[in-house]
């Protein structure tokens, strides 16, 4: 089992930047995929970008060359950096954990709100 947290969500103006940070209740070296996903009213949870355990990492085109995902395993810790951003970025961001058991795991979302 493996319970997530999120952090670093908040408010902020177009154009600007925020790190989310995931931390995990156990190592995240061997869990197979790792991910942030994000959920604005009345529409369905959509991924951002996820992580492989062997460093693969992939992004929605919407936030391509604007958001990065690393992690820092010796902390446990997923991290997402948003730069650029903008007001269509505004949604509840979750950390998701897929492990090779197949079982699949989420925080309970910071929310990220983008003004113009």
């Known amino acids: 089992q493996v319970q997530l947290v999120e952090s670093g969500g908040g408010l902020v103006q177009a154009g600007g930047s925020l790190r989310l940070s995931c931390v995990a209740s156990?190592?995240?070296?061997?869990?197979?995929?790792m991910g942030w996903y994000r959920q604005a009213p009345e529409k369905q949870r959509d991924l951002v970008a996820a992580?492989?355990?062997?460093?693969?990492?992939s992004y929605a085109d919407s936030v391509k060359g604007r958001f990065t995902i690393f992690r820092d395993n010796a902390k446990n810790t997923l991290y997402l950096q948003m730069n650029s951003l903008k007001p269509e970025d505004t949604a509840v961001y979750y950390c998701?954990?897929?492990?090779?058991?197949?079982?699949?795991?989420w925080g309970q979302g910071t929310q990220v709100t983008v003004s113009s």
């Open positions: 998701n954990a897929d492990l090779s058991s197949g079982e699949r795991y």
């Open positions: 992580m492989t355990s062997g460093g693969y990492r």
């Open positions: 156990r190592s995240i070296s061997s869990i197979n995929v």
